[in-house]
């Protein structure tokens, strides 16, 4: 928004304002040869009001000079037509014409806003009375304009246009709402005026919203408040393919602006999983399960460089030091009830420590969520087993797979810069499965470079080596 700001105290003189000349040329003040009988006379009447300028008209009568004052009329120190003509005064007078009515414009003044005009005339008889008068600058219309978009069944698109706005915000809620608990909890825009196109997501199937937008004028007051209510539409069954998005919700049609966090790779419980899921808490119990999640980036990923280059599965001290409780089977679906085993024997606190504690699982839980927050009613992160890994693998694979729809859905991902693929080169992924007779030291892990002379095979290697790891969660 663009703001004019010229102040005027009783401190100075209004000359450095602008205003339209005297009719005649003048150096210091407008004067004239004039020998009067009587005082001089002088009236003062508005003219017109802007929002940033005021305009006033002077009629002299047997004046030989004439000057004026403009100050905010917010008190300050009395006005008399003696200091209009002290060049010592605060208020010392901007020269007017004497010979002739004149209409004079002072702009750069802010809007909504009171002045006072002042005005005298002198001759040689003496000065007449102060003339005073109040003007107020105008305040521009403001307009505020919004319509509903697309509703979907977490998601509501919309749209506003502001004019005359000083700040514009909005909220999606199920509660009323008021201009000031818009601004206070909803999103403040940027820029006030001008077309605005939002959008809000993470919201439930099936509820009913209100959508406010709230506008304040140019004098931030007035404000106005546009109202929409809407009913979120019902959440499809999820489907393989589907992407996952941070606030719990999915779609077969990639919305990034909905955080895509990964893609549904398989529906229902799988039957070797015999665990009790909780919710991301560790605590609340899940009602329902949907399925099956693998996440859209590699938890080593580094952004910021663009590494990729793999942690340790965890620490190994002896050949004797006891396993760590996890599957050991190659076609499980336990990397949950695996993940959460490590993390009991990390006495519930993973580090990057691969001599005390285990990085793998770090990254796949803790790092993950930090980066990819996982919606808080699911199971939140885990390490996948091998056999998570493997039907990835063996299922959806670009290389032998019928069809292979992760792969493009995550290639999808890759494409808008909201994932990676898995089918890569050098992509070796650690499992959270121990080895079968050698847990102790060696874990498992599943090959998913397309160039390996074996790709999508299991294999073991020493818990210190280092890989990629792949997070997946519940639904």
Known sequence: MKKIFAKFMFVGAIAALMTTA???????ECT???????????????????SESISFTLTPTDAASVRYYVAKAMGGGEVTAELLFDKASDCYGTPADAAMADTYTVAGLDLGTEYMVYAAARNNIGLSELQSLAITTLIPEMTLNAALGEIKANKVSFSFEATNALRVAYIVATEAQTAESIFANGTVCEEADGKHNHSVGGLKPSTDYTLYVAAYNLADGDPQVKSFAFTTLEQPAPQVGDYYYADGSWSSELDVTSNPIGVIFYLGKHETDTTTYT???????????????????????DAATGNNNGVAWGWQTSWTHDANGTSTSTSDFLGYANSKEVLADANGTLTDDKTNNYPAFYYAMVKQDELYAAPAESSGWFLPSAGQLKYIWDTFNPTSATDALIDNKLAALAEAKCGAKMYAADAEYWSSTERSGNAESQSMYVVFDESNWNPGYIDYWNKTYEMRVRAMLAF
Do not use: I, N, W
């Open 22 to 28: 005297c009719s005649e040329p003048v150096a210091e």
């Open 32 to 50: 004239r040869e004039h020998v009067a009988t009587v005082a001089p006379t002088l009236t003062l009447e508005t003219a017109e009001a802007t």
């Open 279 to 301: 919710q991301k808490d560790g605590a609340t119990p899940m009602e329902e399960f949907h399925g099956y999640v693998v996440a859209a980036y590699d938890a080593t990923y």
